[in-house]
């Protein structure tokens, strides 16, 4: 069974950093393209950013790139978010997911983690 | 940049009853529509992709059809689990990849 757990949410003040982290199991995890996306308190789903399996394609949305950074661990089934300078319009639920075909980077996503919660405020 | 639109926002209906659930997209995205539900509490859910396949494990009171810019999500009999948002995406030029405003599927 496709488990996805997020990890490292909390409460940051603006202008901090955060690294959160999604560890993969049931599948081979580097064939795999891996995606974040959150979801604002109330509010829809936004992409965030997309990373290819071997890790060499990664993608922004506007909204955040030059201030996050995707990456993985092939060796440890491990999707990570470095984010920083962060702000208060990033508070949001950070869910973790991954294509629904392996070899494919733009492709659906399926499934998601649970989520972990981030907070920016002072 | 693709836009997606999603209509009605709220749809009030009972168990039993027939949903049906638009998305238009800005400019064609070809077949290239999913669909996503998201139960209170809950991520969110692949039901549909490339607009009318049904996701592994998805009943078949659920189905999309559409292709370019209209497409539709239909739940033919609603059940008591069915009452929740509704999201669909695009894959087409990407990046980015766009999420419609949701749908949310309410007892009347």
């Known amino acids: 069974e496709v488990q996805l757990l997020e990890s490292g949410g909390g409460l940051v003040q603006p202008g901090g950093s955060l690294r959160l982290s999604c560890a993969a199991s049931g599948f081979t995890f580097s064939t795999y393209g891996m995606t974040w996306v959150r979801q604002a308190p109330g509010k829809g789903l936004e992409w965030v950013s997309t990373?290819?399996?071997?890790?060499?394609?990664?993608y922004y949305a506007d909204s955040v790139k030059g201030r996050f950074t995707i990456s993985r661990d092939n060796s440890k089934d491990t999707l990570y978010l470095q984010m920083d300078s962060l702000r208060a319009e990033d508070t949001a639920v950070y869910y973790c997911t991954k294509t629904r075909s392996d070899y494919s980077t733009g492709d659906w996503f399926d499934p998601w983690g649970q989520g972990t919660l981030v907070t920016v405020s002072s | 940049e693709v836009v997606l639109t999603q209509s009605p926002a709220t749809l009030s209906l009972s168990p039993g009853e027939r949903a049906t659930l638009s998305c238009r997209a800005s400019?064609?995205?070809?077949?290239?529509l999913a669909w996503y539900q998201q139960r209170r509490g809950q991520p969110p859910r692949l039901l549909i992709y490339?607009?009318?396949n049904r996701a592994t494990g998805i009943p078949a009171r659920f189905s999309g059809s559409g292709s370019g810019t209209d497409f539709t999500l239909t739940i033919s009999n609603l059940e008591p689990e069915d009452f929740a948002v509704y999201y669909c995406?695009?894959?087409?030029?990407?990046?980015?990849?766009?999420f419609g405003p949701g749908t949310t599927v309410e007892v009347k």
């Open positions: 400019q064609s995205v070809n077949n290239y």
């Open positions: 490339d607009a009318s």
């Open positions: 990373i290819s399996g071997h890790g060499g394609g990664t």
């Open positions: 995406q695009h894959r087409s030029n990407w990046p980015p990849f766009t």
